[in-house]
């Protein structure tokens, strides 16, 4: 039983129906716990579904089981050093790297992932630094913006005085403060229920208050932040270069509005988002941190709903990821 649910499982893999073939990989696990190939099958998944936490999980239940089959075990640190990779983690990737070569000196797939670990990793700390010389500048800005001058006085007004006294806490630019949440009320809010997080996100937020946003990889969060204006957005990232945890959430909601509305609404707000972005700073120096794979599973996406469609709309489909696809 439990090899028929692997081989429908392969099969839906094949197909590129990733979430399925996953399911029916844990459903043949309950049966054959023990069953290497299986923890490995699934790992390859979840690196295609860009769940990378989960898939460290699986690769180090995998690399658990009793085996002396080298290749499965290489299997698990190449899968380990790719999600590893994707989180940032280039320290843990490297090794895990390293490892899989080791068992495989000749493994052009191993060698690749590591010449493109360096590169990612240099891009990477490049892109920080820009964007922390850029938010030292803006809160400089800030700071000269805020800054109240003190005059020094004989005597501290009566209390009964009937000149009100102001908190210069806010007197700058009080009126759109008190538009919108803060960053506090909305971190403090993150884990509560989607009615809520509702009434915490704002209806135009700050480049700040996105960064902070975008750290819940929530269905509401994926909706909220593809549904945000166009205009906003341009405004946002016209700033400074993009960071790529802007673009990969980004590019992470297009492909679960996709999933979840095929109508023409969304095809049109993903192709102006993917539009967006790629106009955007210093795009790039971004793009080169971009999983291939998110952005070849979108254009599939936006293929797939075009699949009868007109000339005109498949042609801009292609021009706009021929700026996402070198």
Known sequence: MSELLKQRGNDEFKKGNFYKADQLYIEALT??????????NRAMTLLKLEKWKDCLLVCEQGLRLDTEDNKTTMKFLWRSGIAYMNLNQFSEARESF???????VSNKSIQDSLSDLEKREQLFKR???????????????????????????????????????????????SESRSKGPTISTISSSLATSDSALA??????????????I???FDDFTFNYCFDLPIPLLKKMFAGGSIDISFVNFFLDSICFRLDMDHSDDTLEKSLQLLETLSSSPRFSLAKMLVIP??????RSKLQNLTRNGNTTIKNRISSVMKLWIN
């Open 31 to 40: 049966i054959s716990p023990g069953n290497v190939i299986l923890y490995s």
């Open 98 to 104: 390293k490892r899989a070569l080791s068992m495989e």
């Open 127 to 173: 892109s920080r630094s820009e964007e922390s010389l850029l938010q030292e500048k803006r809160l400089k800005t800030d700071d000269t913006r805020l800054r109240v001058p003190i005059y020094e006085v004989d005597k501290l007004p009566d209390l009964s005085s009937s000149v009100e006294v102001q908190d210069t806490r806010y007197s700058h630019g």
């Open 199 to 212: 009434k915490s996100y704002p209806d135009a937020p700050s480049i700040y208050q996105l960064s902070s």
């Open 214 to 216: 975008i750290k819940n």
């Open 293 to 298: 794979e998110k952005v070849n599973g979108i």
